[in-house]
């Protein structure tokens, strides 16, 4: 019998205002601004507009506020928020080989044109903590001037080029075709590459983080190298067709990965280096990285590589679970009433506890005579 | 346009301001915020595919002497949209210069000022490798 039951509305009305204060705090205590966040949280707002698929780190920074730092659930407000955007068009791709490089550095090439820039890393850092950040009152931020170099004008090229130039590598196959487009269509498999590299760059870092981690840890390995990780801004440009010409219609911050992997050849493919690629919104480093070891491992099958059947392999099984807003929202419905399903499978129990019962003393009965 | 898709709002409107006798203008497009599909390249020379999108605001207006602007800035900025097509019809009227004197070059010159700060501070980050001993020299 299915029960309809009402009710809760003030007990739900009652718990967000609650949550609200929540939100806020101790009153004695500052409240933080939207612009403070963007500013000095600056890669929790990446992180929210790489996996919220939306690049506005006001919008971001909002979210965060609103979610009280639940990173999750302000990427889900954000991706909320997305659906709501009428879209004006797409942008050319970007051209990450003219980004304007914060950050650029190889780890395969020691002396590469254009030089290996650390720009504002973690990297060798002591991870000591910093009490002078929490001396409260002063501005720390004034701090000591930055020091500055003399930019040079010298492109940086990609050195996956290089190796393009002498046939150590695979080369990208170049083209303009439509690509296809998750938030349009359904997720169907097999998944190309574009589509899969449009899921990594949405999905859940530390879910990448973990597949790519059981990718060096032995579970189909490719031994990675990271040809190239740079950081920095590039111009997106978008055809208007009012004006029947491209003009730049802003600028984005992003994180490039290119990982250069060892390969022995297959049935189809000669030896030599194949590729792995990451590109993710904002200074996300660590999710780039990730995101390239996991586009190599899911090449299995167009280098006809043997599929050795491990987990970062699958691509049904990495690019069904990686959206973190997709895997919460069915998580999380669990813990909504389910008194009725319940009630059904406890009767179930009751029944089979019954009959067990009764097949048992049946049994004995048996034995006796 | 460009360089006004780039703009914050308040910095377009100061410079706007530096400017005297802003027409008025009808809204052919009032100021609207959309989406924009970001694409990158696989393997950054390659075939394109879907990143991410990004909030623009777009807007589109006609001056009294029949010029049309048009306006795409980044984010969400209604009244950045506007200002930005305003400038575009105005470049295309008899007082270009004055507006490239007042508006564009002012802000063309903020903005390479921001990307040199930015540009120096990484050159500083540069790592220059000294050998330390090599093997053909013991």
């Known amino acids: 019998m299915y029960v309809a039951v009402k009710g809760g509305e003030r007990a739900i009305e009652n718990a967000h205002a609650w949550l609200a204060e929540e939100r806020r705090g101790d009153l004695a205590v500052a409240e933080l601004s939207v612009a403070q966040i963007r500013e000095q949280l600056r890669l929790a707002v990446n992180r929210v507009m790489a996996e919220g698929s939306l690049y506005d780190p006001d919008l971001a920074a909002l979210a965060i506020k609103q979610a009280r730092g639940d990173l999750i659930e302000a990427i889900f407000l954000v991706r909320a928020y997305r659906t709501t955007l009428p879209r004006f068009g797409a942008s050319r791709p970007v051209e990450t080989g003219d980004m304007a490089c914060d950050r650029r550095i190889s780890a395969t090439f020691k002396d590469a044109p254009g030089g290996q820039v650390l720009g504002p890393t973690f990297d060798y850092t002591h991870r000591l903590m910093d009490f002078a950040l929490a001396a409260e009152g002063e501005d720390a931020g004034a701090g000591p001037e930055v020091p500055r170099g003399v930019p040079t004008e010298e492109p940086v090229p990609h050195i996956t080029e290089f190796l393009n130039r002498d046939g150590m590598i695979e ?102 280096f194949t590729r792995g690629y990451g590109l993710v919104f904002g200074m996300s480093e660590r999710k780039a990285i990730a995101m390239a070891l996991v586009d190599r491992a899911l ?71 | 346009m460009s360089l006004l898709a780039k703009t914050p709002g308040d910095a377009l409107e100061a410079c706007l301001a530096g400017l005297d006798d802003v027409p008025g203008a009808q809204l052919l497009r009032a100021p609207e915020i959309g989406g924009v599909m970001v694409r990158g390249r696989m393997g950054g020379t390659g075939q394109p595919f879907n990143l991410g999108e990004m909030t623009v605001t777009r807007c589109s207006l006609r001056l009294a002497g029949g010029q049309v602007g048009h306006g795409y800035v980044q984010g969400r900025d209604k009244r950045a949209a506007r200002c930005a097509a305003l400038v575009d019809a105005l470049m295309q009227t008899d007082r270009a210069a004055e507006v490239r004197a007042a508006v564009l070059e002012p802000l063309a010159a903020e903005l390479s000022a921001r990307s040199h700060a930015r540009a120096a501070r990484a050159a500083a980050t540069k790592v220059e490798f000294f050998t330390m001993v090599r093997g053909e020299d013991i």
Do not use: W
């Open chain 1, 171 to 272: 080369r990208e196959p170049d083209g303009n075709d439509e690509p296809p487009d998750l938030t349009r269509a359904p997720l169907e498999f097999p998944a190309d590459r574009p589509l899969r590299l449009q899921n990594l760059t949405r999905g859940d870092e530390g879910f990448l983080l973990g597949l790519a981690y059981s990718t060096q840890r032995g579970y189909a390995r490719s031994h990675a190298f990271v040809g190239e990780l740079r950081v920095g801004t590039v111009a997106v440009e978008m055809d208007i067709p009012e004006l029947g010409f491209a003009i730049e219609i802003g600028e984005v911050d992003l994180t490039e990965c290119e990982t250069v992997n060892q390969f022995k050849g297959s049935k189809t493919e000669p030896p030599q």
């Open chain 1, 299 to 369: 090449r299995t099958r167009e280098l006809g590589e043997d599929n050795l059947g491990a987990p970062a392999q699958d691509e049904e099984f990495v690019l069904a679970h990686s959206d973190n807003v997709q895997a919460t929202g069915f998580l999380e419905h669990i813990k909504l009433p389910h008194y009725v399903d319940f009630q059904s499978e406890l009767e179930l129990v009751r029944r089979l506890r019954r009959e067990a019962a009764l097949a048992a003393s049946a049994q004995q009965a048996e034995a006796v005579e």
